[in-house]
């Protein structure tokens, strides 16, 4: 079941990796934007099939860590909601849908982004609470993440905050992994092996 687990890890780096070669992508396309171009035209594409790849990857990390971390029923749940909210607004980000409400440039947007995702972050600390390491490492995340809001200080549209985003859970995942490696935090799955402790005391031994 670590297998898994060490997959479905994987899986969320991989996939956090290419949202933020979609954010860049997204950078690349608005600087340069003319409308009807090949340039242009090529430069969707590139963001669509790093968007859907990333989303089948971060699809795949859910459900492997769904399947094999025990509890953690609210990490299991946001992370899952996580991944809706950016699906919705990388596909709003690109222009695939146009709403009135949906204003790429607004600071409250950013601010609710970024507090939204900095939850899911800290839900990830269920992992394994009360690890010294493991807490510092969340800390910075959740500080990496809430620091994409100042994003729209410098007039820069959400991807901004998407690619923050990206970078804190790439981190994360990537740390978590490490320490896993190290044996320095610990995630009990389904179907380990119970941890017996005999005790033998030798009081009434002659």
């Known amino acids: 079941m670590h297998d898994k687990l060490n997959k479905g890890l994987t899986f969320g780096l991989v996939g956090n990796l290419l949202f933020v070669a979609f954010g860049l ?18 430069l969707e594409g590139m963001a669509y099939i790093l968007e859907f790849s990333g989303f089948g990857l971060l699809a795949l990390s859910e459900w492997l860590i769904y399947k094999t971390a025990r509890m953690r029923v609210w990490l299991k749940i946001s992370f899952a909601l996580y991944i809706v909210m950016e699906a919705v607004m990388m596909i709003l980000e690109l222009n695939s849908f146009r709403f009135d409400w949906y204003k790429p440039y607004s600071l409250l947007l950013a601010i609710i982004h970024s507090i939204l995702s900095a939850a899911v972050c800290f839900s990830f600390l269920a992992l394994d609470p009360y690890k010294n390491k493991f807490e510092a490492l969340i800390i910075i995340c959740i500080g990496i993440i809430l620091g994409g809001m100042f994003g729209n200080i410098l007039g820069i549209r959400i991807y901004f905050s998407i690619i923050v985003n990206a970078v804190a859970f790439s981190l994360m995942f ?33």
């Open 25 to 42: 992508v997204c950078y690349i396309y608005y600087m340069t934007y003319e409308h009807s171009s090949v340039h242009s035209r090529v």
């Open 174 to 206: 990537l740390s978590v992994k490490y320490l896993l490696k190290k044996e320095e935090i610990e995630i009990d799955c389904y179907g380990d092996q119970a941890r017996v402790v005999e005790y033998k005391s030798g009081f009434f031994e002659e």
